[in-house]
């Protein structure tokens, strides 16, 4: 599976969006884009995959951009409790691992 | 629906004692996993199930086995506990559609080994 690059903190104020980037320029063609989170070592929460199309649910959006060498994930509102660590994974649907690298420690704050 | 569920919240073993933590989902999904996470690190494959009678080696498979007991239900086994087994386990299942597998965790069981 291709590596990811996060940034690894960020603030963000509360009723804001908050933009997550992360970077995978060697992604191969056949490999989405996944993105979780984890809140205080909880177990991790799946938010949103895409494969090349912008794709957006009730949790997020998730912007591919054209090459699929980066993406970000934005989440519209930002409340307190989305302070979390946020991964970004690569992976094919047909392997089994999901990679969990370091994340992105959003903190949201009042 | 519960999604995935996992038994116990905590254990405290000490070492060479035996465990076997539980997981179940209700979601009818034909994978399952176990995970560990050791403190401030991501999370590594122990084990998984691709489908109901079938196991396979993830990244850190020893000193554990497993056993699908049926297609709810995944249990991961320590036979003889060591300190360096101390972590967070975490049991997830997915189901393969339209070519994407995504993965559902369950809260996980945290494990000190003394």
């Known amino acids: 599976d291709a590596k990811t690059t996060q940034p690894p903190s960020m603030d963000c104020a509360e009723g804001r969006a908050a933009n997550l980037p992360c970077n995978h320029s060697?992604?191969?063609?056949?490999?989405?884009v996944y993105w979780y989170r984890q809140i205080h070592s909880q177990g991790p929460q799946y938010i949103i995959h895409?494969?090349?199309n912008n794709e957006t649910n009730e949790m997020a959006s998730l912007i591919i951009t054209e090459d699929r060498k980066s993406s970000t994930l934005i989440l519209p509102h930002a409340t307190l409790r989305d302070t979390a660590v946020y991964y970004c994974i690569v992976s094919s649907g047909s392997a089994r691992q999901l990679t969990f690298g370091s994340g992105t420690q959003l903190t949201v704050l009042p | 629906n519960a999604g995935v569920t996992q038994t116990p919240k905590f254990q405290v073993l000490k070492t060479g004692q035996s465990m076997t933590l539980q997981c179940a989902q209700d979601m009818n999904h034909n994978s399952m996993y176990w995970y560990r996470q050791d403190p401030g690190m991501g999370l590594r494959l122990i084990y998984y199930s691709a489908s109901e009678g079938t196991t396979d080696k993830g990244e850190v498979p020893n000193g554990y086995n497993v056993s699908r007991l049926n297609k709810r239900e995944f249990s991961l086994r320590l036979e003889s506990a060591a300190p360096s087994q101390t972590s967070v386990y975490f049991c997830?299942?997915?189901?393969?559609?339209?070519?994407?597998?995504?993965?559902?965790f369950g809260p996980g069981t945290r494990l000190t080994v003394l």
């Open positions: 060697t992604i191969s063609g056949n490999e989405y």
């Open positions: 997830a299942s997915s189901e393969m559609r339209l070519g994407t597998d995504t993965q559902y």
């Open positions: 895409g494969l090349k």
